[in-house]
């Protein structure tokens, strides 16, 4: 059964830390029936070469945008350009953007400028937005609300909140999507929310090279690895690994409808 990693970033994995080629890590994922990749931009400035890396590569798309922790750092494109960006061939999606008040809190006023700049841009170009929230769960969906973001939809990426968020996330239209953090026996909270989500508004993902899931944990992560991820959400949720595969692989194509699977 096929699966999606619907957030990675692959020009961010150490290649060398692996001893492997790029195309390894298309094959091991293809290998693991991983069928798809989308592959996200934290910067402006950091688009383009990612692009190159992964571009003949079918089975990965790309998103772009500015990680709430990179604002204010491109200095080649300004998030005027962003709506270009956005519009480039399979790019399908807005972002990462979002809030992070957990490792940085001198630069709220900027991220949250920065986040409705991105929300306004999805709408415009009918793309979902890829967000990050930490420590922010009060100002993320009221910035969420005020812009209309239930008119692009989007998710909330490499969840890690409580359930109250995640319901208010879902009642606007939004998808979670849980990494390998599920896995780690510590994330009791996460488990517990994991459970309450609907199958049909989940998806997975690795956010690689960060978050392995056990038993890869505390090594570089891969795409391969999402399959780890999808294992453990079925047994928390009682259902079979198909059914998780076959139902985030499905919403994965609604909610980015201009990724090519």
């Known amino acids: ?32 029936d991983v069928q798809h990749l989308l592959c996200v931009a934290i910067s402006m400035d950091q688009f383009p070469e990612m692009v190159a890396k992964a571009q003949q590569y079918q089975q990965v798309s790309f998103s772009c945008g500015v990680h709430p922790l990179h604002v204010g750092e491109d200095k080649k494109y300004s998030l005027d350009d962003l709506k270009a960006l956005v519009e480039q061939p399979r790019v399908v999606a ?13 630069t709220v006023a900027e991220q949250q400028a920065s986040f409705a700049h ?3 841009v999805a709408n415009q170009v009918d793309k979902p937005l890829i967000v990050h929230t930490r420590d922010a ?12 973001a239930d008119k692009c939809s989007g998710v909330l990426h490499c ?3 409580n359930w109250e968020m995640a319901k208010a996330a879902l009642d606007i239209g939004f998808y ?39 038993p890869y944990r505390g090594k570089q992560n891969q795409p391969a690895y999402v399959k ?4 453990f959400i079925a047994q928390l949720k009682g259902v079979s690994f198909d059914e998780v595969a076959t139902k985030t692989t499905q919403n994965f194509k609604t909610l980015f409808k201009h990724a090519q699977l």
């Open 118 to 120: 991105h929300i306004n």
């Open 228 to 231: 780890h991820v999808a294992d």
């Open 94 to 106: 807005v972002g990462e953007t979002g809030l992070d008040y957990y490792y940085s809190k001198d």
């Open 1 to 32: 059964m096929q699966l999606v990693d619907s957030h990675c970033h692959l020009d961010r994995i150490d290649l060398a830390k692996e001893n492997i080629e790029f195309s390894e890590l298309i094959s091991n994922a293809s290998a693991a």
């Open 137 to 148: 769960r009060k100002d993320t969906i009221d910035i969420l609300k005020q812009n209309n």
């Open 159 to 161: 969840f890690t909140e």
């Open 176 to 214: 979670i999507s849980i990494s390998g953090i599920v896995t780690f026996k510590n994330a009791v909270e996460l488990q517990d929310v994991v459970k309450k989500i609907p199958l049909d508004r989940l998806l997975v993902e690795t956010d690689s090279p960060y978050l392995a899931p056990v």
